[in-house]
């Protein structure tokens, strides 16, 4: 049995975890406690943060460094849920793995910079290529499911999203990313509502197909008792 606890920078993929990763999990022998906020929250009074790091992660990095000291058991693992999109400058290995050709190349390098920064082989970190919204477009037409969306508008993003090889490819700048595709057409998405009712209705077992990099962060999280990763 292992005992995971989860940084995230919003309540989007906090709800998430709750809803989806936990259940899942669950059935591997491990036990996500409630997901832990991290960012300027501390500094809002306790208020709930909407999500994003803002312009420095170093009070994320605080955050975590701190609670792996708070549990030194065996069981105690530690993992992350963060979007590469807007990532803060200070991140470890910034620079350097923000010259990789493409998303998931530039996650992985940022990955592994976090993990040589933590020093603890119980901490998984993991960056959402590119930010969370990529889970909702593997299957842009749940969205139709919530909000009336208008045929057109619907068919208008489906036709965005098909001309790339996978959601976690989308993302090319301030007004192009996943979550601003979704909002140009459907102005009253709420991300915290809907974001993750429909990742969780469209499965997990189409999510980590269509989104590989979340794929392998799963699978990892899956062995976690089996002692893999």
């Given at each position: ?91 470890p290995g910034y620079e350097e793995g923000m010259t990789k050709p493409t998303g998931r190349e530039q996650a992985i390098a940022l990955q592994t910079s976090l993990a040589l920064e933590i020093g603890d082989a119980r901490f998984v970190p993991y960056l959402q290529v590119h930010e969370y919204e990529a889970l909702v477009l593997v ?91």
């Amino acid at each position: 049995m292992k005992r995971l606890y989860l940084t995230v920078e919003g309540q989007t993929e906090a709800a998430f975890a709750k809803a989806v990763l936990t259940p899942h999990l669950a059935e591997f022998s491990v036990f996500l406690t409630s997901p832990r906020f991290t960012g300027l929250h501390k500094r809002r009074r306790g208020r709930i943060p909407q999500g994003g790091m803002l312009n420095t992660f170093g009070h994320a990095l605080a955050d975590m460094k701190t609670w792996l000291k708070e549990d030194k058991t065996p069981e105690a693992r530690f993992s992350m849920m963060v979007d590469l999109y807007s990532l803060p400058s200070d991140f470890p290995g910034y620079e350097e793995g923000m010259t990789k050709p493409t998303g998931r190349e530039q996650a992985i390098a940022l990955q592994t910079s976090l993990a040589l920064e933590i020093g603890d082989a119980r901490f998984v970190p993991y960056l959402q290529v590119h930010e969370y919204e990529a889970l909702v477009l593997v299957d842009p037409r749940r969205i139709s499911s919530i909000y009336d969306v208008p045929e057109a508008l619907m068919k208008a993003l489906c036709q965005e999203c098909d001309g790339y090889g996978t959601p976690e490819d989308i993302n090319h700048g301030q007004h192009s990313h996943p979550k601003r595709r979704i909002q140009q057409k459907v102005q009253q998405y709420d991300e915290n509502v809907a974001g993750p009712l429909i990742a969780e209705n469209i499965g997990l077992p189409t999510l980590r197909v269509r989104c590989p990099h979340f794929g392998e962060w799963l699978t990892t999280l899956e062995r976690l008792d089996a002692g893999v990763g």
